[in-house]
């Protein structure tokens, strides 16, 4: 075993264990060292690829953040954020990476961000649409070359089944009671039962850029067979690795030479121990001890960043907060498309009646998608007739989509007990294709003596070869999910060096069913060039963990430690949904971890408990709220699993029950306000 696959010290092997009849958490080990390869990681940054800003690990830092994806990444560039350039120098922050940089989750997620905002509490659908623009802002104001696409036409949830867009219908229609302003967000899209209607929007629908001022329809969205959809306004794809790996590459470029930023990768974090020695009333010492294979370091602040594999490093009996569960994405080569062939022809006539002599040559042209034939007669009197026919082929793709898509429904694959569907889908860039390279060919045939009348009939060979077809590339339809056809649900599972075979076929033959994408009719299966695995982080009440991790719950701590901070943070259990929260996530930690080292002067704290303020700077003046129910509190754990199933019950649990809960919480809220209004 190589340290990346060393098993928990606890003795626990990767699979759930039983106890007293329960079935307890997955203590996750570290990244494998041979992961499965994503269609996202196949040009690595070469000054990241194995980067060590120094040789050796330094001994003593204020702040390690363990993770380089999207929180680790924007963690640390906040952490290092001043107005004042030279007090930066004195900060020190080290990055510790298992692997490369940005080759876990973030290197390996269905590259959409869209903010869930008719499923979520209104403050989380505002903190994710904040987070949406911050980085739709923050890559067009720093030009940063990631593929960001804001969609025209937003993003769509499809429902395959009328009983689960009843419950989705009926959530938008309730969030229009309580916030409008939300719902305007969303449109629903009903089955049209005009059949002039039908036609009408499933000529004009191409789907080349959606018209916002247009109502959809399922024809127009190119859905097969969905009971109906709810389309968002804002969502956007992108290139996540590049993303990170610009924000790595600039603090390195800015900040590596002082000393500030210092990116260690291929160095596991082993364990942290809280140094015995320090004190919380002194801010200025180290408060904990990080092992590696490479060495020991000590730092005032530890954050972790590392999602899915969380409960490596906190307490065992923390391990239920975040569970590790493997997703499965696979990048699907678009069909050709349809093969189009345009003939073109001109015609100078010779004189009637007159004895001739037919000359005929034929050349392709030399990128092989086209060939032109010209035929010159010549009469007794030196008048001629040319005639020149262009024959033009080339491959016609779908459109590309201006939409990311999920798909909601039933999994009629297998018995209704045994899980839903949930798939994401974004389309990469279509590119001009490159042809078999045609040689120019030419021949010349002569025809024995005729009469114009009788040409026609006259017989000539040629024995030219047929235009080769450019091909279609790019476009790859990025489309993840399946779950519910792997084992237990990959619930569980933090090793993404597998791929599972079930999911794959899965994945291969369920898009084209429930979706347009041009090529053979029935759809057949889809061509996968990449297929490969990652590790979600899932939180036992769907929400993020993100803060300080209470000292009162760490084990080690309750017996000398009490009161301040503990000098551990977290962000982390997004759920397979952080692309629309973690970049911000990780500067709200960030600007926690700045509060309590002195580097912020001028951060509020709330209430008698000194809780820090929520309010996350967003630059030009703006700011975000972090949702309450993002915090970590020795409160919200205790209740979690209070009121919470763990995860490993909650993940199998259907759709219908889910949205049916939601439904259910937002009609009692909104009573509760009516109540309110009129005492």
């Given at each position: 075993?190589?340290?990346?696959?060393?098993p928990?010290?606890?003795?626990?092997?990767?699979?759930?264990?039983?106890?007293?009849?329960?079935?307890?958490?997955?203590?996750?080990?570290?990244?494998?060292?041979?992961?499965?390869?994503?269609?996202?990681?196949?040009?690595?940054?070469?000054l990241?690829?194995?980067?060590?800003?120094?040789?050796?690990?330094?001994?003593?830092?204020?702040?390690?953040v363990?993770?380089?994806?999207?929180?680790?990444?924007?963690?640390?560039?906040?952490?290092?954020?001043?107005?004042?350039r030279?007090?930066?120098?004195?900060?020190?922050?080290?990055?510790?990476?298992?692997?490369?940089?940005?080759?876990?989750?973030?290197?390996?997620?269905?590259?959409?961000?869209?903010?869930?905002?008719?499923?979520?509490?209104?403050?989380?659908?505002?903190?994710?649409?904040?987070?949406?623009?911050?980085?739709?802002?923050?890559?067009?104001?720093?030009?940063?070359?990631?593929?960001?696409?804001?969609?025209?036409?937003?993003?769509?949830?499809?429902?395959?089944?009328?009983?689960?867009?009843?419950?989705?219908?009926?959530?938008?229609?309730?969030l229009?009671?309580s916030?409008?302003?939300?719902?305007?967000?969303?449109?629903?899209?009903?089955?049209?039962?005009?059949?002039a209607?039908?036609?009408?929007?499933?000529?004009?629908?191409?789907?080349?850029?959606?018209?916002?001022?247009?109502?959809?329809?399922?024809?127009?969205?190119?859905?097969?067979?969905?009971?109906?959809?709810?389309?968002?306004?804002?969502?956007?794809?992108?290139?996540?690795?590049?993303?990170?790996?610009?924000?790595?590459?600039?603090?390195?470029?800015?900040?590596?030479?002082?000393g500030?930023?210092?990116?260690?990768?291929?160095?596991?974090?082993?364990?942290?121990?809280?140094?015995?020695?320090?004190?919380?009333?002194?801010?200025?010492?180290?408060?904990?001890?990080v092992?590696?294979?490479?060495?020991?370091?000590?730092?005032?602040?530890?954050?972790?960043?590392?999602?899915?594999y969380?409960?490596?490093?906190?307490?065992?009996?923390?391990?239920?907060?975040?569970?590790?569960?493997?997703?499965?994405?696979?990048?699907?080569?678009?069909?050709?498309?349809?093969?189009?062939?345009?003939?073109?022809?001109?015609?100078?006539?010779?004189?009637?009646?007159?004895?001739?002599?037919?000359?005929?040559?034929?050349?392709?042209?030399?990128?092989?998608?086209?060939?032109?034939?010209?035929?010159?007669?010549?009469?007794?009197?030196?008048?001629?007739?040319?005639?020149?026919?262009?024959?033009?082929?080339?491959?016609?793709?779908?459109?590309?989509?201006?939409?990311?898509?999920?798909?909601?429904?039933?999994?009629?694959?297998?018995?209704?007990?045994?899980?839903?569907?949930?798939?994401?889908?974004?389309?990469?860039?279509?590119?001009?294709?490159?042809?078999?390279?045609?040689?120019?060919?030419?021949?010349?045939?002569?025809?024995?003596s005729?009469?114009?009348?009788?040409?026609?009939?006259?017989?000539?060979?040629?024995?030219?070869?047929?235009?080769s077809?450019?091909?279609?590339?790019?476009?790859?339809?990025i489309?993840?999910?399946?779950?519910?056809?792997?084992?237990?649900?990959?619930?569980?599972e933090?090793?993404?060096?597998?791929?599972?075979?079930?999911?794959?076929?899965?994945?291969?033959?369920?898009?084209?069913p429930?979706?347009?994408?041009?090529?053979?009719?029935?759809?057949?299966?889809?061509?996968?060039?990449?297929?490969?695995?990652?590790?979600?982080?899932?939180?036992?009440?769907?929400?993020?963990?993100?803060?300080?991790?209470?000292?009162?719950?760490?084990?080690?701590?309750?017996?000398?430690?009490?009161?301040?901070?503990?000098?551990?943070?977290?962000?982390?259990?997004?759920?397979g949904?952080?692309?629309?929260?973690?970049?911000?996530?990780?500067?709200?930690?960030?600007?926690?971890?700045?509060?309590?080292?002195?580097?912020?002067?001028?951060?509020?704290?709330?209430?008698?408990?000194?809780?820090?303020?929520?309010?996350?700077?967003?630059?030009?003046?703006?700011?975000?709220?972090?949702?309450?129910?993002?915090?970590?509190?020795?409160?919200?754990?205790?209740?979690a699993?209070?009121?919470?199933?763990?995860?490993?019950?909650?993940?199998?649990?259907?759709?219908?029950?889910?949205?049916?809960?939601?439904?259910?919480?937002?009609?009692?809220?909104?009573?509760?306000?009516?109540?309110?209004?009129?005492?």
């Amino acid at each position: 075993m190589t340290v990346y696959e060393e098993p928990p010290k606890d003795g626990r092997s990767a699979e759930a264990v039983v106890d007293a009849g329960q079935v307890q958490p997955v203590i996750a080990g570290l990244p494998s060292a041979h992961p499965s390869a994503s269609y996202w990681l196949q040009n690595p940054s070469p000054l990241l690829l194995g980067h060590r800003t120094t040789p050796q690990l330094p001994e003593i830092v204020d702040v390690i953040v363990v993770g380089s994806g999207i929180t680790g990444s924007f963690a640390a560039d906040a952490l290092l954020e001043d107005g004042n350039r030279s007090s930066s120098s004195s900060k020190r922050v080290l990055l510790l990476e298992a692997r490369e940089a940005c080759f876990g989750a973030t290197g390996r997620n269905g590259g959409h961000c869209q903010p869930m905002v008719y499923h979520s509490a209104p403050d989380v659908a505002m903190f994710e649409l904040a987070t949406f623009h911050f980085l739709e802002r923050f890559v067009t104001e720093n030009s940063v070359p990631c593929d960001w696409r804001t969609l025209p036409g937003g993003g769509v949830h499809a429902y395959l089944d009328a009983d689960l867009f009843a419950l989705a219908e009926a959530l938008v229609e309730t969030l229009a009671v309580s916030r409008p302003d939300l719902a305007a967000h969303v449109t629903i899209v009903r089955p049209v039962n005009d059949k002039a209607a039908n036609t009408e929007s499933a000529e004009t629908g191409t789907d080349t850029e959606a018209d916002p001022d247009t109502k959809p329809t399922l024809q127009s969205l190119r859905l097969r067979g969905a009971a109906g959809a709810l389309v968002q306004r804002h969502a956007a794809s992108v290139w996540p690795y590049k993303l990170v790996t610009w924000v790595l590459e600039r603090l390195i470029a800015k900040h590596s030479a002082s000393g500030a930023f210092n990116l260690q990768t291929n160095t596991p974090v082993l364990g942290i121990k809280r140094d015995s020695s320090s004190s919380s009333s002194r801010p200025d010492t180290p408060l904990w001890t990080v092992e590696t294979p490479r060495g020991r370091v000590r730092a005032r602040a530890v954050l972790l960043a590392t999602n899915g594999y969380l409960s490596h490093l906190l307490p065992s009996d923390l391990a239920d907060l975040v569970v590790p569960v493997r997703g499965q994405v696979a990048a699907l080569v678009p069909p050709s498309g349809s093969i189009k062939v345009a003939t073109s022809e001109t015609v100078k006539p010779a004189a009637a009646n007159v004895k001739s002599v037919s000359t005929s040559s034929v050349s392709s042209s030399s990128d092989g998608d086209s060939q032109t034939r010209v035929t010159v007669t010549k009469t007794e009197h030196g008048q001629t007739t040319t005639t020149v026919r262009t024959t033009t082929t080339s491959r016609v793709p779908a459109a590309r989509l201006s939409r990311s898509y999920v798909f909601v429904g039933h999994d009629r694959g297998l018995p209704a007990s045994q899980g839903d569907r949930d798939e994401y889908l974004v389309q990469r860039p279509l590119t001009a294709g490159s042809g078999t390279s045609g040689k120019t060919q030419s021949s010349s045939v002569t025809a024995s003596s005729s009469s114009v009348n009788e040409y026609a009939s006259a017989s000539a060979t040629s024995s030219i070869s047929e235009p080769s077809v450019p091909p279609v590339s790019g476009g790859h339809f990025i489309w993840g999910g399946g779950r519910q056809r792997a084992a237990n649900t990959a619930v569980g599972e933090w090793r993404d060096d597998a791929v599972e075979p079930s999911v794959a076929r899965y994945l291969r033959s369920h898009l084209a069913p429930v979706l347009d994408v041009g090529g053979e009719e029935p759809p057949v299966p889809l061509d996968a060039q990449y297929e490969w695995t990652g590790i979600m982080g899932f939180s036992r009440d769907q929400n993020p963990w993100v803060g300080r991790v209470p000292a009162s719950v760490l084990a080690e701590e309750r017996s000398d430690y009490s009161g301040g901070p503990s000098g551990l943070y977290v962000s982390a259990g997004y759920t397979g949904h952080g692309m629309p929260s973690a970049a911000l996530c990780g500067r709200a930690v960030a600007c926690m971890v700045k509060h309590d080292l002195g580097w912020e002067s001028n951060t509020t704290t709330e209430g008698a408990s000194g809780q820090l303020s929520l309010s996350i700077p967003l630059g030009a003046g703006g700011h975000a709220k972090l949702p309450q129910c993002f915090l970590m509190t020795a409160e919200r754990i205790r209740k979690a699993r209070a009121t919470c199933e763990p995860v490993n019950d909650a993940s199998p649990r259907s759709l219908s029950v889910e949205l049916q809960q939601i439904l259910a919480q937002r009609k009692a809220e909104i009573r509760a306000e009516t109540q309110d209004a009129f005492e």
